[in-house]
C-alpha cells in the first residue's frame, strides 16, 4: 500500500519553485527538481480534499439524493501552464488543487447546499470566501461562466495539512451542460476557451447560449449579451449557420474502455488520448495507488495525453461528473438545438 502524500517543502520553497516554472530561466536540473517540489505540494492536498468531501457529500445527498459529487486533483500540466501564463503567481495561492465538484438539478438546490455549507457550525475546515457566479455578486464571467465556488482552508485533525486550500464548484445541469462544452472544445481541439483566448465569434457563442441559459433558470444575465430572448436567439442563429459549433460539438467522440461498474466508491485514473479519442478509466484499490498512477502519466510529458485522478462515490456517475471525457455535450448540443428550432425568425 502507497502511503498518504504529505507536504515535503516549506511554501516558501514551494513559493520559489513557482517562480522559477512561471519564469523558465532555470537549468533542466533545477527546472525538474521544481516540478518534482510542485507535485509533491499538488499531491498532498489528496488529503484534506477527501476531508471535505466527505461533508459536502453528506450535505448534498441531504438536499437531493441524486446530486452527483465527485473530486479531483488539478492535472500537473494545467498548473504548469498557468504559472508560465502568470509567472508572478504562487502554487501556494491557487484555491483549487484539490477540487470537489456538486451538480443539481435546480438552482434552488446549489442555494440551498451553499447556505448549509456556509454557515456549517463547529466545522474546522472552513469555508473562507463565496465566489457566487450565478447572481449579482459578481454574476456570471463575461465568457459565460457561471456556478458557485466556495474556498476551503483545511484545519481539522492533521497539522501537517493545515492552510491547505480545497475549491468546491456547485452548479446546476444546465451550468454543468456549458462548462462541459467549453472544456469538451479545448480538449478535443487544442483551444482556451477556457481562459477565454480564441475565436471571438466562438466565444460569442458560448457566451450567447450561457446567458439563454442563466435567462431559464432565473439568474443574472452574461455582462454583453443582456438583450431580449428573441435578439439573442437571432445573433446565435447567425454564428452557429457561420460556425457550425453544435455540429463540432457532435462530432468528437470517446471510445471508452472497460472499467468496473460496481457502486462502491473508486479511486479512478481516466487518461484520454486526444488523437485517438481513446479513454482509459482505471479503478485504483486506494486513493494513494491512484495517486502514484497520475504521477507516472503525468511524467511521460506527451502532450497527447490527458490524464486525471478522480474519486466519486458511485461509479456509475462518472460520466455525469465528466463527460468532457467522454466528448459527452448532449444536454448542451440539445439545449441549443431546441431553442434555435423554437425561435421566431425576425
Known amino acids: ?10 511554501k516558501s520553497a514551494v513559493g520559489r519553485a513557482s517562480k522559477l516554472v512561471g519564469k523558465g530561466k532555470g ?4 527546472l525538474a527538481e521544481a516540478r518534482a517540489v510542485l507535485s509533491n505540494f499538488r499531491s498532498a492536498h489528496a488529503f484534506p480534499l477527501n476531508a471535505v468531501t466527505v461533508t459536502v457529500r453528506q450535505k448534498a445527498l441531504a438536499v437531493n439524493p441524486n446530486a452527483v459529487v465527485a473530486q479531483r486533483l488539478k492535472r500537473l500540466p494545467t498548473i504548469l501552464d498557468k504559472l508560465v501564463r502568470i509567472p508572478t503567481m504562487s502554487v501556494t495561492t491557487m484555491h483549487d488543487l484539490g477540487g470537489c465538484r456538486v451538480v443539481f438539478e435546480s438552482v434552488k438546490e446549489v442555494e ?12 474546522r475546515n472552513r469555508v473562507t470566501r463565496v465566489y457566487d457566479y450565478l447572481h449579482d455578486d459578481p454574476g456570471p464571467k463575461r465568457s459565460g461562466y457561471r456556478g458557485v465556488h466556495l474556498a476551503y482552508e483545511y484545519g481539522a485533525s492533521k497539522p501537517e495539512y493545515h492552510g491547505l486550500r480545497i475549491e468546491l464548484q456547485v452548479r446546476t445541469q444546465l451550468q454543468h451542460a456549458w462548462a462541459t462544452a467549453v472544456e469538451t472544445m ?5 483551444s482556451e476557451l477556457k481562459y477565454s483566448k ?10 450567447l447560449v450561457s446567458s439563454l441559459m442563466a435567462i431559464e433558470e432565473g439568474t443574472a444575465p452574461v455582462p454583453g449579451a443582456e438583450s431580449p430572448v428573441p435578439e439573442l436567439l437571432e445573433e446565435l442563429a447567425g454564428l452557429e449557420e457561420r460556425l457550425g459549433i453544435v455540429g463540432r460539438l457532435r462530432g468528437y467522440a470517446a471510445i471508452v474502455g472497460d472499467h468496473a461498474t460496481s457502486d462502491r466508491r473508486n479511486a479512478l485514473t481516466l487518461e484520454l488520448r486526444r488523437a485517438a479519442g481513446e479513454l482509459t478509466v ?15 502519466l503525468e511524467a511521460l510529458n ?23 471525457y467522454y466528448a459527452d455535450t448532449s444536454m448542451f448540443t440539445d439545449f441549443v438545438e431546441s431553442r434555435l428550432n423554437a425561435r421566431v425568425p425576425a
Open 1 to 10: 500500500m502507497v502511503a498518504r502524500v504529505v507536504p515535503e517543502y516549506s
Open 27 to 30: 537549468t533542466p536540473e533545477q
Open 112 to 123: 440551498q447546499l451553499v447556505e448549509v455549507l456556509r454557515d456549517l457550525p463547529r466545522s
Open 186 to 190: 479545448d480538449l478535443f481541439s487544442g
Open 198 to 207: 480564441g475565436e471571438d465569434d466562438v466565444i460569442r457563442f458560448f457566451a
Open 282 to 296: 482505471s479503478v485504483h484499490e486506494t486513493m494513494a495507488e491512484a495517486e502514484a498512477r497520475l504521477t507516472e
Open 302 to 324: 506527451d502532450d497527447d495525453l490527458d490524464a486525471v485522478l478522480v474519486n466519486i462515490a458511485r461509479i456509475s456517475q462518472l460520466q455525469a461528473a465528466y463527460p468532457n
